[in-house]
Structure formats: C-alpha cells, structure tokens
C-alpha cells in the first residue's frame, strides 16, 4: 500500500497555509528591525515582494484560505471580496516602494513600517475569520 494515500489533501493545504503565514511572519519581523545597511533592506523588500505575492495567490487560488473560509462560512463572502482588495492594494503599494529602493535606508524606514502595519491588520483579519469558519461554521 503507497503511503502517500493516507494524507489527507485538506491537512495539506492547511499545513501549507501555516508555512506561508510562518515565513511571512518571519520575513516581517526581520524587516521590522533595525536595519542599517542599505542592500540588506533592499534585499528584504524584494523578497517580500516575491513571497507575498505568492502567498495572495495561494490565498485566492483553489483549495486556498478564501476557498475553506467561504465554504465554511458563507456570510463572509464580502469581506473575502475585501481581502481580496486588499491584496492589490497592498502589492500596489509595495511596487511604489519597490520603485523607491535608491532612497535611503532611513527615508523607506518609516514608510516600510507604515506598510508592515497594514499587512499585519490583515494578516489579521484574515486569521480571525479563518478560525470563526473552522470553530463556527455556519
Ligand atoms: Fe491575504
Ligand atoms: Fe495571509
């Protein structure tokens, strides 16, 4: 008997969700320390670019977080479709500060955190709906 049969695709998923949600984690707090030299910043900003954007599209993507919340939940439908706003939004924002990335360390600083805060509400909203859909349901 293979193996692999016994694993459940929606445990999968859910691991992969907490992965994302880890590394993003890890990504910001990292970003939100003090950060002195120039490149190293710069190299955060891109890789936060490239990692959201890829965990937005998990999100939204089949079998992703909107996907279990909203079949889980239905009544949350219209703040998934905010989410989902936000997404571009949010990736909007990050490309005018990607475009930015000559200016110095100091001047991004304030305007990183600013952006890291937005990230974290949402994070955070979308954590909170993702376990009323588990524990509540419909
Ligand atoms: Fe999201
Ligand atoms: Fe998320």
């Not at 929606?10 to 490149?39: M, S, V, Y």
């Not at 905010?82 to 360390?105: F, T």
Request: proline share 3%.
């Amino acid at each position: 008997m293979e193996q692999h049969d016994a694993v459940d695709p929606n445990e999968e998923k859910r691991q992969e969700i907490l992965d994302d949600h880890r590394e993003l984690g890890d990504l910001l707090r990292r970003i939100e320390l003090p950060e002195d030299d120039a490149t190293a910043r710069r190299a955060q900003v891109v890789e936060l670019r490239f990692v959201l954007a890829r965990h937005f599209a998990r999100e939204e993507g089949g079998d992703g977080l909107f996907e279990i919340i909203e079949s889980r939940a239905p009544r949350h439908s219209p703040r998934l479709k905010e989410l989902s706003n936000e997404h571009r939004a949010l990736l909007s924002d990050l490309a005018v500060l990607s475009s930015r990335l000559d200016e110095s360390v100091a001047d991004m600083d304030s305007e990183l955190a600013g952006f890291v805060r937005e990230l974290r509400k949402h994070e955070k909203l979308e954590s909170k709906l993702l376990i009323d859909a588990l524990c509540g349901g419909d």
